[in-house]
């Protein structure tokens, strides 16, 4: 059974930083394409953060360039976003998804697996 997991949400100061899991199971993560999603208040969810799965190439929307990280632990797992300098525009619920297609850009109608969410609280 697949299934995606996420933890480490929660409140954040702006300026400070969270870093989000996902455990997968039920399919060879490292074969697979993996992204994190973001669903801001009133808004649809958008992909943030994309790496392929054949050679590591990652990609980032302009509004998280330089500030987070997508990564994965394949023998754990477990996919990873690390934020930094959180700002309150980064507010919503942030999802992990993975796909068998090799790529970069993780569109949305096109990844296979998704967690339920978790949510990412930034305010002072």
């Known amino acids: 059974q697949v299934q995606l997991v996420e933890s480490g949400g929660g409140l954040v100061q702006p300026g400070g930083s969270l870093r989000l899991s996902c455990e997968a199971s039920?399919?060879?993560?490292?074969?697979?394409?993996i992204g994190w999603f973001r669903r801001a208040p009133g808004k649809e969810r958008e992909v943030g953060s994309c790496?392929?799965?054949?050679?590591?190439?990652?990609n980032y929307a302009d509004s998280v360039k330089g500030r987070f990280n997508i990564s994965r632990d394949n023998g754990q797992k477990i996919m990873y976003l690390q934020m930094d300098n959180l700002k309150p525009g980064d507010t919503g619920v942030y999802y992990c998804?993975?796909?068998?297609?090799?790529?970069?850009?993780?569109?949305?109608?096109?990844?296979?697996?998704w967690g339920r969410g978790i949510q990412v609280t930034v305010s002072s």
């Open positions: 039920g399919f060879p993560l490292r074969y697979y394409t």
């Open positions: 790496e392929k799965a054949s050679d590591g190439t990652t």
């Open positions: 998804a993975s796909d068998a297609v090799d790529g970069s850009r993780c569109p949305r109608a096109g990844m296979a697996f």
